[in-house]
């Protein structure tokens, strides 16, 4: 079965800068379109970034964009999300999802796995 685990969330100083990664098994990563959300507390689950199949096409959040980027190693079937310039409002469960039909699709529903999520603080 598909599995996708999240690693890399910690505590971190406003303005620092942490790594995410999403290990993927159980399916065809270089089939599926994948994505970053993210769930602060008390709030809707958000989508931060998305990246196509083959890692040419890519689509961020205003929220993030020029501050984060996403990339992924079909090779070892990983997926990264470079976060710089941390805000506290990027404080969240960052959580990877994949999905099996291409398109430039943000809604959670439209994607097929989730990993457990990861944890991100951003202190003040």
């Known amino acids: 079965q598909a599995q996708l685990v999240e690693s890399g969330g910690e505590l971190v100083q406003a303005g620092g800068s942490l790594r995410l990664s999403c290990a993927a098994s159980?399916?065809?990563?270089?089939?599926?379109?994948m994505g970053w959300f993210r769930q602060a507390q008390g709030k809707e689950r958000e989508f931060v970034v998305g990246?196509?199949?083959?890692?040419?096409?890519?689509n961020y959040a205003d929220s993030v964009k020029g501050r984060f980027t996403i990339s992924r190693d079909n090779t070892k079937n990983m997926m990264y999300l470079q976060m710089n310039s941390l805000k506290p409002e990027d404080t969240a469960v960052y959580y990877c999802?994949?999905?099996?039909?291409?398109?430039?699709?943000?809604?959670?529903?439209?994607?097929?796995?989730w990993g457990q999520g990861t944890q991100v603080t951003v202190s003040s």
């Open positions: 159980g399916l065809t990563f270089s089939r599926y379109v």
């Open positions: 999802a994949a999905r099996r039909w291409p398109g430039a699709r943000s809604s959670p529903s439209d994607y097929d796995y």
């Open positions: 990246i196509s199949a083959s890692g040419s096409s890519t």
